[in-house]
């Protein structure tokens, strides 16, 4: 088992700027994908951006050039960058593992879940 725990989020004007975290715990191995999803209430969680163990990157299209993932694999952590912030952004964001090397958009392809931490954006 992996235990994911997400922290960083808050309020933040628009256009500005926030780093999410993801402690992994547990079972921990370099060899997972970790992925960032957010959802707001009455729709359904959607990908935001994935990194392999191999270093592969890949971002949604409303987020790509302004949010940024990485993985320090010696602290199992997953980080996400967000710049430019818009109120569009607002929402709760997960943090997810599975293990394999594959990128993946599909909620359902994922073991592991954060309990997530909201992200408020002003106008």
């Given at each position: 088992?992996?235990?994911?725990?997400?922290?960083?989020?808050?309020?933040?004007?628009?256009?500005?700027?926030?780093?999410?975290?993801?402690?992994?715990?547990?079972?921990?191995?370099?060899?997972?994908?970790?992925?960032?999803?957010?959802?707001?209430?009455?729709?359904?969680?959607?990908?935001?951006?994935?990194?392999?163990?191999?270093?592969?990157?890949?971002?949604?299209?409303?987020?790509?050039?302004?949010?940024?993932?990485?993985?320090?694999?010696?602290?199992?952590?997953?980080?996400?960058?967000?710049?430019?912030?818009?109120?569009?952004?607002?929402?709760?964001?997960?943090?997810?593992?599975?293990?394999?090397?594959?990128?993946?958009?599909?909620?359902?392809?994922?073991?592991?879940?954060?309990q997530g931490t909201q992200v408020t954006v002003s106008s």
């Amino acid at each position: 088992q992996v235990q994911l725990i997400e922290s960083g989020g808050g309020l933040v004007q628009a256009g500005g700027s926030l780093r999410l975290s993801c402690a992994a715990s547990g079972r921990t191995s370099s060899s997972y994908t970790m992925t960032w999803f957010r959802q707001v209430p009455g729709k359904e969680r959607e990908f935001v951006g994935g990194i392999s163990w191999t270093g592969a990157t890949g971002y949604a299209d409303s987020v790509k050039g302004r949010f940024t993932i990485s993985r320090d694999n010696a602290k199992s952590t997953l980080y996400l960058q967000m710049s430019s912030l818009k109120p569009e952004d607002t929402a709760v964001y997960y943090c997810a593992a599975r293990v394999s090397a594959i990128l993946t958009t599909r909620t359902t392809d994922f073991s592991f879940w954060g309990q997530g931490t909201q992200v408020t954006v002003s106008s």
